[in-house]
């Protein structure tokens, strides 16, 4: 199998519907567990309530959508989207065993989910925004969905400033994480390709710095770009 092309909307579905069968036990392994804490830091600063509608865009396999659906019940909602079956079919199964949680999935692109003009609360976005074809319509969508004063959570790999000493170090340790523990275990595992298009998507990622600026540019009224895991991954908080 070739590499996957970042940017490209049908190789990018293609990869997550082949991984989506691994894809929580890799995240669990390769971060030891740490990718639950980093979204759970993303929920914080969405800051869900009971009676809220929250989105998650780029979904998965819903283990955030989960976690929003249960702090807005009984009369909230969540609604979980993603381009890609297979993440979503997942995401129904483990959330047919919570049968009282307010749940809906639906299979759209983030970048048009033909949802209504200032429906949510709240938006979460994670592992998501590096994966479109065009980040910046993709922030643009999640201001048009959001409420006046609606809050979003944007968590990705962080894409660091070669301009500053800091920034190349973390770049370096973050090149010898990819390459030297996280494709070596995809490969045993038989993804070798999907997961060195980590490195490839994080070059066409904007900064965090330009992530902000992109995002006061679309109209938010706080944008706010926070490194976690020592600079390796980020969080981008904003308030339409």
């Known amino acids: 199998m070739g590499s996957f092309r970042p940017g490209d909307p049908e190789q990018v579905q293609a990869l997550f519907e082949q ?15 740490q990718h639950r804490l980093w979204k759970r830091q993303a929920i914080a600063w ?10 998650d865009l780029c979904c998965g396999t819903g ?73 910046m319509a993709g922030l643009a969508e999640v201001r048009r969905l959001l409420r006046p004063g609606g809050r979003a959570a944007v968590l990705d790999f962080n894409r660091l400033d070669g301009d500053t000493r ?8 973050q090149r010898l994480c990819l390459r030297g523990v996280v494709v070596p275990a995809a490969t045993l595992a038989g993804l070798r390709q999907h997961y060195t298009y980590l490195e490839a998507s994080l070059e066409r990622f904007p900064t965090g710095a330009e992530q902000v600026r992109l995002a006061r540019r679309l109209g938010f009224s706080q944008a706010r770009h926070r490194p976690l895991a020592g600079g390796l991954m980020g969080l981008l908080e904003l308030e339409a």
Request: proline share 8%.
């Open 166 to 173: 800091r920034g190349r170090i973390t770049a370096a340790v």
């Open 46 to 55: 969405l800051r869900p309530r009971p009676g809220q509608t929250l989105l």
């Open 19 to 33: 991984i989506a069968p691994r894809y929580d036990q890799l995240n669990d392994l390769l971060s030891l567990g």
């Open 63 to 135: 283990d955030l959508a989960l976690v929003m659906a249960a702090k807005v019940r009984p009369d909230g909602h969540v609604i979980g989207l993603d381009a890609a079956a297979a993440p979503l079919q997942l995401a129904a199964r483990r959330a047919a065993r919570q049968p009282w949680l307010p749940l809906q999935w639906r299979q759209a692109d983030a970048l048009a989910t033909g949802l209504e003009t200032g429906l949510a609360d709240g938006v979460a976005m994670a592992y998501g925004l590096r994966n479109l074809a065009d980040p």
